[in-house]
């Protein structure tokens, strides 16, 4: 048989020593360090349920990588273990991030309760109504309690409003023999601000808050996981320092520490190292950073897409530094060569601002006293590597080894 391209790679030691998913942020250790009080308050929260009573709503925050969804997913399998005799209380989890609309969030509850194939709520099709009456029947067949944990409420409320979080907060005075608890979680306090006040006060009946891991604890959270990753030696004494420090300057994300390790690790692995070291884990902080600019720049709308490359281009030709108008200018030339509506040099200005927040360019506002205020604005990206990504865009295709015909007036 002819040797495939992978077989180098297949034939060399790795340097996990078993599934290396147990560094991925999804992997439910069986103890989640300091993780413990936040553990308790949700099992004296929702213990009601395994006596057949409704456990009060809840919602949780914190920031990215404080551990709420491996807490939330942990009270789950604690839950079904409790009662895996029982069969009294069925705990369901949801990502609002992949199912961000009423209909879906209603659809896929209410499937879990209907086991003959035929008689399935299919994926689009029926009123909202008849999703919700055919819901509210499947569940209320038996006596059971139903914990629906919603992670990443927010983004379903942005994107579909809070009519699913009514029914869902109301759907127990319609119940007579089962009951319903839902908990929320989401990384964003604001989101409150926008749901109806019968919502709010019927969802947030109990609340909590996931503080930032520091340093010391998100080496431990590392230690833990190098065990099961890693046979003793593997890695350099400072490697587990380093990422928690690195993470730790980013709000005490976990998820961050945990990317950086098993990323280091693999980069050793491509070379053919014996031992993840220091230079491995910088290594993976680049990649990591480029990998999030990089699908920064590929979900930008286009006209925010035509903006950077103006300022890309400019950069590539020698113009460091541009000022507003005139990559207004650039960007004309650039609607013009595409065939795109040319936005208002205030709109453009706005989406200037955007970018900048993002991390994309950098827009420093400069003063020129009597002659008014303006922004220079600079790439924080590579260049080579930014057009690349734009030129991905069928429209931006099109400027593939463009050269600007507008002189900037720091020419």
């Not at 993470?247 to 692995?269: F, N, P, T, Y």
């Not at 400019?314 to 030339?333: F, I, M, V």
């Not at 991905?392 to 507008?406: A, F, M, P, T």
Request: hydrophobic residues 40%.
């Amino acid at each position: 048989m002819q040797e495939t391209i992978f077989q180098q790679y297949m034939r060399s030691k790795s340097i996990f020593k078993g599934d290396r998913d147990v560094l991925r942020p999804s992997y439910i250790p069986d103890v989640l360090p300091h993780r413990e009080d936040q553990i308790n308050q949700l099992a004296s929260i929702l213990v009601t349920a395994l006596e057949g009573q409704r456990p009060s709503n809840v919602l949780v925050f914190g920031k990215t990588g404080t551990g709420k969804t491996a807490c939330i997913k942990y009270i789950g399998k604690e839950i079904e273990r409790a009662d895996s005799n029982l069969h009294n209380v069925n705990f369901i989890y949801m990502n609002c991030e992949v199912i961000d609309t009423q209909y879906g969030v209603l659809q896929n509850i209410g499937n879990k309760f209907i086991e003959n194939f035929e008689e399935r709520i299919p994926f689009t099709g029926w009123s909202t109504e008849r999703v919700y009456n055919i819901l509210r029947e499947k569940i209320d067949e038996e006596k059971r309690v139903i914990v629906i944990a919603l992670d990443e409420i927010d983004k379903l409320v942005s994107k579909s409003g809070d009519d699913v979080l009514y029914h869902l907060c109301r759907i127990n005075d319609d119940l007579k023999n089962a009951k319903v608890s839902v908990v929320g979680i989401s990384n964003d306090l604001r989101f409150m601000e926008f749901l109806d006040p019968r919502v709010r006060s019927s969802l947030s009946e109990e609340k909590m808050v996931f503080p930032p891991y520091n340093a010391e604890q998100l080496k431990d959270i590392l230690a833990q996981r190098a065990r099961l990753a890693f046979d003793d030696g593997v890695l350099e004494e400072s490697v587990i320092p380093l990422c928690a420090a690195l993470a730790a300057q980013e709000h005490g994300d976990a998820r961050r520490a945990l990317d950086l390790l098993r990323v280091a690790a693999e980069i050793s692995e491509r070379n053919h190292l014996p031992m993840v070291t220091e230079s491995d884990v910088t290594k993976a902080k680049n990649k990591i950073e480029l990998d999030c600019v990089t699908e920064a720049i590929r979900t930008l709308p286009v006209q925010s897409k035509l903006v950077l490359m103006g300022v890309l281009l400019n950069n590539e030709r020698g113009d460091a530094k541009l000022t507003t108008g005139d990559l207004y200018e650039t960007y004309k030339e650039l609607c013009q060569c595409t065939s795109m509506a040319i936005l208002t040099q205030r709109r453009i200005t706005d989406l200037i601002s955007e970018l900048d927040m993002l991390g994309i360019i950098h827009a420093r506002v400069r003063s020129f006293g009597r002659g008014g205020r303006t922004k220079e604005i600079e790439p924080s990206v590579p260049v080579a590597e930014g057009k690349h990504i734009l030129e991905e865009d069928e429209i931006l295709s099109q400027l593939r080894n463009y050269k600007l015909r507008y002189q900037t007036t720091l020419m």
